[in-house]
């Protein structure tokens, strides 16, 4: 255990040698959770739309109260030149314009009225917030659309004799036609769970940045190995009472435990500042945490005996790192890739720990939930650990 604890100890003098180390183990981890997670988006998760009613009517109001109904939606009625200038200083992603000839009466017409939504080009949301929005608007509108069907048949019969009973019949008709939309029954009764959002930009950003920047440093483990061997320092350990598993465990042990305390560190952000729901289930979160370090050390482990030297290894770490962070889904959200691409990235680690993490924050995942992950990432850890124990054996061989 003394031989261990040393290993732990040189190992973390090396990494911290430098002050510089502190800005990637949390400065610049907290930085991106941040603005990925709430740099859009209120403290509840929802996203900022400014809604400028220009129609100041009995429907425009209704459509802002429908959107305020609408998941994900957080309307906000401002004037134009507010939207114009939070738009184009790129404070919110999105604005709905809602038109002065947005009115009952062109409405009961039947005749078409346009809303213009504005959006930022490549945001994420764009789909949901533009089907909530639509939902919202045509809630509104088909009552109108009834009221009107029935204006138009009571006309072909000569239903009015004067302009006054058309208008008394017009009103009395959209009254009822409203009426009778409430009442209809829903089709489809959709159940989720209480504490499964449809989908949270701050847990989706606090799983994925807690990934990404965890599995570079532990793929730094290969330029640990090499610095070791090249220096001469691994071949001067293997020839004293220190054995070759010692010596491992030494080395992915600190490296898991310095990855462990920054994933607590980003779990306190994520709890304290994101406001989520990361202790629910403190046995969940710990195997979950711990399985994915330890597949990273693993597959470090095993680059660590192809390298030849220490800024190789630093640079295929990262290059590594960050591509499966990406394809991974810790940047962008699994369910923006095509259906092909989500099959396929099933290979990497990065995306069992990301799917775990995912389900445990927004769907509230549990332990039996999230076993295939677990045993996934364990398989990962396992397997390439041993390839790299095999790697190292037939080096020392030749």
Aim: charged letters at 15%.
């Amino acid at each position: 255990m003394r031989q261990i604890l040393a290993i732990v100890r040189k190992d973390i003098l090396l990494r911290f040698a430098s002050p510089s180390e502190w800005l990637f183990f949390i400065l610049l981890p907290v930085l991106f959770t941040f603005i990925l997670g709430m740099g859009k988006y209120g403290s509840d998760g929802k996203v900022s739309l400014l809604v400028v009613d220009e129609a100041q009517n009995e429907v425009s109001a209704r459509i802002v109260e429908a959107l305020k109904e609408a998941p994900g939606l957080r309307p906000e009625v401002v004037s134009r030149a507010v939207a114009e200038e939070r738009f184009l200083a790129r404070k919110v992603a999105f604005w709905l314009y809602l038109p002065p000839d947005l009115t009952v009466e062109r409405l009961m017409r039947g005749e078409k009225v346009r809303l213009l939504l504005y959006q930022q080009p490549n945001n994420l949301r764009a789909l949901a917030v533009q089907r909530a929005i639509q939902a919202a608007v045509g809630g509104e509108s088909l009552p109108f659309e009834a009221a009107h069907a029935a204006v138009t048949l009571a006309e072909q019969y000569g239903a009015f004799k004067t302009e006054a009973e058309r208008q008394q019949y017009v009103i009395e008709a959209s009254h009822l036609a409203r009426s009778l939309w409430a009442q209809v029954p829903d089709r489809l009764e959709v159940i989720r769970p209480s504490s499964a959002p449809v989908y949270d930009p701050r847990a989706q950003a606090s799983a994925g940045q807690l990934i990404t920047w965890v599995f570079v440093p532990l793929f730094g483990i290969s330029a640990l190995l090499a610095y070791e061997r090249n220096t001469g320092t691994l071949s001067r350990v293997m020839t004293t009472p220190t054995s070759q598993a010692v010596f491992l465990v030494g080395t992915i042990g600190g490296q898991v435990l310095m990855a462990l305390i920054q994933m607590g560190l980003l779990v306190g952000f994520g709890v304290l500042v994101l406001k989520l729901s990361w202790m629910r289930d403190p046995l969940t979160l710990i195997l979950l945490l711990l399985t994915s370090a330890l597949a990273a050390g693993a597959i470090g482990v095993f680059m660590g005996t192809w390298v030849k030297n220490e800024a190789q290894a630093n640079n295929l770490s990262i290059l590594m790192g960050m591509v499966m962070a990406l394809l991974g889904g810790c940047w962008y959200p699994l369910e923006l890739f095509p259906a092909s691409v989500k099959t396929v990235v099933h290979v990497l680690p990065t995306t069992w720990a990301l799917e775990g993490m995912v389900n445990y924050l927004m769907r509230g995942g549990t332990l039996q939930d999230l076993l295939p992950n677990l045993v996934v990432l364990t398989g990962f850890a396992v397997v390439f650990l041993a390839l790299g124990i095999w790697r190292m054996k037939q080096a020392q061989e030749t």
